[in-house]
């Protein structure tokens, strides 16, 4: 198993809220991660601890030990915008910038110094396009706003704009919960291409999808990390009362 991201011992809080307990797990380019469990339990909120989101909310602290490759995030040596391009964010409602699709994929790289002239560019641009399974429904209009798409294609540009810039781990923040099911189909099937070449962590709240798309799950509750493994035992064989009782409806 390739760890990219190793966290130990984490803890998040919001002003004297804890919001994170003592949470240990690993992200790794080999699984789709699934984190799921109630709202409120602390799962974006890890998410937003492996890049260091929570650096811009007011009153938030991390307490304990996120590695990427090794390196302490929180390390003098460690360059918050370089981690953020390590380790790509889509979120839950899809954002794209208020630019033309072309631009949206290029903002990245260029600011990033990934291309060196428009050829290359325009090479980075359609890569991440044709990765998404946008290229050939948007080839054509380039130049129209992102805004203008679908909130299915939306969230593929946002996804392509995270990859033009050759992340290592992909953070996905209930990517589908705006989605209609077609278009929530499509995500799920570009998250089955990107898996292997990507650490990939998801938060959902859908059991179904996080049985389709995951090879590792992780079951928050209140704010700790309740059990972790194999999605398929998770799944049909949880170890913890808790876990049962969620993946079955009994709350949440």
Not at 66 to 88: N, S, W
Not at 183 to 194: D, K, N, V
């Amino acid at each position: 198993m390739t760890v990219k991201i190793a966290a130990r011992h984490v803890s998040a809080f919001y002003g004297d809220v804890r919001a994170l307990d003592d949470v240990s797990i690993d992200i790794d380019t080999d699984h789709v991660t699934a984190l799921i469990g109630p709202s409120g339990c602390g799962k974006s909120t890890l998410l937003r601890t492996l890049n260091r989101l929570t650096d811009t909310v007011p009153g938030a602290r991390v307490e304990g030990d996120i590695r990427l490759d090794g390196r302490d995030i929180h390390g003098r040596d460690m360059d918050v915008v370089e981690l953020r391009a390590r380790v790509g964010m889509v979120f839950q409602k899809p954002n794209p910038f208020p630019k033309s699709i072309y631009e949206n994929v290029a903002y990245g790289p260029r600011i990033h110094g990934l291309a060196r002239g428009r050829g290359e560019l325009d090479a980075v641009v359609e890569t991440s396009l044709r990765r998404t399974g946008l290229w050939d429904e948007v080839k054509d209009r380039l130049s129209d706003r992102g805004t203008a798409l679908s909130g299915g294609q939306q969230q593929r540009l946002c996804i392509a704009r995270a990859l033009a810039i050759e992340p290592e781990v992909i953070l996905m923040d209930e990517p589908c919960s705006a989605l209609d099911p077609i278009a929530t189909a499509r995500i799920e099937e570009l998250i089955g291409a990107l898996s292997g070449r990507y650490a990939i962590a998801i938060v959902t709240h859908n059991m179904q999808q996080a049985a389709r798309v995951s090879q590792r799950t992780a079951f928050f509750h209140l704010g700790r990390l309740v059990e972790y493994g194999d999605t398929s035992d998770i799944f049909t064989n949880p170890r913890a009362e808790r876990t049962k009782d969620y993946i079955t409806g009994r709350y949440g």
